[in-house]
């Protein structure tokens, strides 16, 4: 294909280079600096990869055209960075920075800040009742179950609807809005596949006193 504004070599060297700068990303120590960096890069790479991913799928009804603009090394290289297979629907890998795919640039690892939140007491905690919470823009809730707290994501897997006016039944919360089960002690759905919440560690200290440690 006709180059456009650079030829594949200049493309390769400008993939190189990125290559090169993800690695010294990867050696900033700043935490804050690193998850700016990082929400840049992701938000980067969800504005190209919908319409890139549009643009392949649509071009499926049209095979002919489909094969003449994938023949074209640069095409292909940035299908390769987006994950999106040339032949079929393009798919997501879980808990990466799918910007820069780790086969062909370094991938930047975020280290993820944890606090350890004073929740009140024990004792006054209602048994069986949901609190939501938030800290750091991550929702969560506790609930005391007998004599055992947990801390658990407020958000249905897969959805951005909060879960805390589900019900209790023991130790699962059912999600008020399609019925997914969880078990607060593992997060997982008993009654759906693949279905997870994260879970926060708790601890109860002597005198009551409900901490949770929080990851954001
Ligand atoms: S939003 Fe929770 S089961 Fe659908």
């Known amino acids: 294909m006709e180059k456009v504004l650079f030829n594949n070599e200049q493309y390769e060297e400008a993939l190189e280079k990125l290559d090169q700068l993800m690695r010294e990303a990867e050696q900033i ?3 804050d600096h690193k998850v700016l960096l990082y929400n840049v ?3 980067f790479d969800s504005i190209h990869r919908e319409p890139l991913a549009r643009i392949m799928n649509a071009l499926t009804k049209h095979p002919d055209l489909k094969n ?3 023949q074209d090394e640069t095409v292909q290289k940035l299908c390769n960075l987006y994950d999106l297979a040339i032949e079929d629907v393009p798919t997501e890998k879980e808990g990466v920075v799918g910007f820069v795919p ?3 640039v370094g991938m930047l690892s975020i280290p993820k800040q944890k606090d350890w939140l004073e929740l009140g007491n024990y004792h006054e905690l209602e048994n069986q009742k949901l609190y939501p919470k938030n800290y750091e823009r991550v929702n969560f809730l506790i609930s005391r179950i007998g004599s055992e707290v947990f801390a658990i994501q407020n958000q249905c897997d897969g959805s951005v609807l909060p879960i805390d006016k589900g019900t209790l039944e023991d130790h699962y919360l059912i ?3 399609h019925g997914c089960r969880y078990d607060l002690k593992t997060g997982e759905a008993v009654n759906e596949a693949n279905k997870k919440l994260e879970t926060f560690p708790v601890e109860i200290e002597e005198d ?3 901490k949770v440690e929080i990851s954001y």
Do not use: A, K, T
């Open 29 to 31: 120590s700043d935490v």
């Open 41 to 43: 890069l992701q938000y």
């Open 68 to 70: 003449r603009i994938v």
């Open 102 to 104: 780790v086969e062909n």
């Open 175 to 177: 999600c008020p809005w």
């Open 208 to 210: 009551g006193l409900v």
